[in-house]
């Protein structure tokens, strides 16, 4: 069955959730796990931002951000009894460092989050994962 998970964590309850379903899937199979965050780049956030930061600043606090959503997925693995690489990605959109680690990682299987938002407010605010189940070829497990 599947032999290499990847995980998409982004520090949310709703990402935690998702996070607990691949430890455990990871568990039953005997799979690899490996947790990804993916931060903004530097270009991207100013994009979508009002303030300016200094880029080193910017990427220290995304750094020591990732670093702690990854040591809580690493951590919730660990308590499971099952081994969790973790890696950052830096890209303009979450959802292409999500493939991107996918194809590197060779991983057979996505498990990510949703919010589950709909209509207009899905329209407003976009959806990673529709975004990445658009454009992966990965099977993706989508945990609401």
Request: glycine share 6%; with cysteine; hydrophobic share 45%.
């Amino acid at each position: 069955m599947y032999k290499n998970i990847i995980v998409a964590v982004d520090g949310s309850p709703i990402a935690d959730n998702a996070a607990k379903y691949a430890i455990e899937l990871a568990k039953q199979l005997g799979a690899e796990l490996t947790a990804v965050t993916v931060t903004e780049s530097y270009e991207a956030a100013v994009l979508t931002s009002l303030a300016m930061v200094d880029p080193a600043e910017y990427r220290k606090l995304c750094k020591e951000h990732a670093s702690d959503i990854l040591l809580k997925a690493t951590q919730m693995a660990e308590a499971a009894g099952v081994s969790c690489a973790a890696v950052h990605i830096d890209n303009q959109r979450p959802y292409k460092g999500i493939i991107k680690a996918a194809e590197e990682y060779g991983a057979d299987l996505i498990v990510m989050g949703s919010y589950g938002r709909r209509g207009l407010e899905a329209l407003l605010l976009g959806s990673q994962t529709t975004r990445l189940l658009t454009y992966t070829k990965v099977p993706t497990l989508v945990i609401r």
